[in-house]
């Protein structure tokens, strides 16, 4: 079973520029929430997806932007692209709708490392 | 989301076993007790979860304090692998929240050093 795949695995992009990650979720599993983790620090969650539309925004500018595609996986677009966007880009994906606690358990992908120069 | 405390980092000796301690003071009657753990170089992954017991998986053992003011992620044999940030994290899971189960949200963990 495939769990959650992320491409490319690595991306340098000049300030200015713009990028689109990709994320495919587990099997079986409807919704990706994608996150920001800079060097030393927890991850930072971004926006999540479900039934093809952003439900819940972090603190995150419109620069960030996402989609998510009939068959669940998902994009994470970033544009005007600033030094400060340096981090690893981490694409988790859940299941909406299980009882309680258990529905919350989200699996990660390796990420993608962007670098801004 | 109530906040966590963890310690910085932590060091721990091959075999033995590691406590891994969270306050959480704020937390609310309604909000579970994840961890969740990142080895080098890779996305964070799930631990184990609770909300009022003690809970034993293959992977820890979650020991939380009756007040639930606090918790413990248990490892009951590190190896090396196990070395990694260990984040502690509460969630109120909103699953009536416009369809989202809201997000995690992640501390600086402690990070765990195992010696052979």
């Known amino acids: 079973d495939a769990g959650v795949t992320q491409s490319p695995t690595h991306l340098i992009k000049t300030r200015g520029q713009q990028v689109t990650l990709r994320c495919s979720p587990k099997?079986?599993?409807?919704?990706v929430s994608w996150y920001q983790q800079a060097l030393g620090q927890g991850p930072q969650f971004i926006f999540q997806?479900?039934?093809?539309?952003?439900?819940q925004r972090g603190n995150f500018p419109d620069r960030f932007s996402g989609h998510q595609f009939p068959n669940y996986s998902s994009e994470l677009n970033v544009n005007a692209l600033l030094l400060g966007d340096s981090a690893l880009y981490l694409c988790?994906?859940?299941?909406?709708?299980?009882?309680?606690?258990?529905?919350?358990?989200?699996?990660f992908g390796p990420g993608t490392r962007l670098t801004v120069l | 989301d109530a906040k966590t405390t963890q310690p910085n980092s932590m060091e721990s000796n091959e075999e033995e076993p590691v406590h891994l301690p969270c306050n959480h003071s704020?937390?609310?009657?309604?909000?579970?007790i994840h961890w969740y753990r990142q080895l080098p170089s890779q996305g964070p992954e799930y631990v184990i979860h609770?909300?009022?017991s003690n809970v034993n998986n293959r992977m820890a053992s979650l020991a939380i304090a009756e007040d639930r003011k606090s918790s413990t992620l248990i490892l009951h044999r590190a190896t090396l692998r196990d070395a990694a940030v260990y984040y502690c994290?509460?969630?109120?899971?909103?699953?009536?929240?416009?369809?989202?189960?809201?997000?995690?949200?992640f501390g600086k963990g402690t990070k765990l050093s195992v010696k052979p």
């Open positions: 988790a994906s859940s299941i909406l709708g299980l009882a309680g606690g258990t529905g919350d358990t989200q699996y």
């Open positions: 099997s079986g599993h409807d919704t």
């Open positions: 997806y479900y039934e093809e539309e952003e439900r």
């Open positions: 704020t937390i609310s009657g309604t909000d579970y």
């Open positions: 609770g909300l009022t």
């Open positions: 994290i509460l969630r109120d899971v909103p699953l009536n929240y416009g369809g989202s189960q809201g997000n995690l949200i």
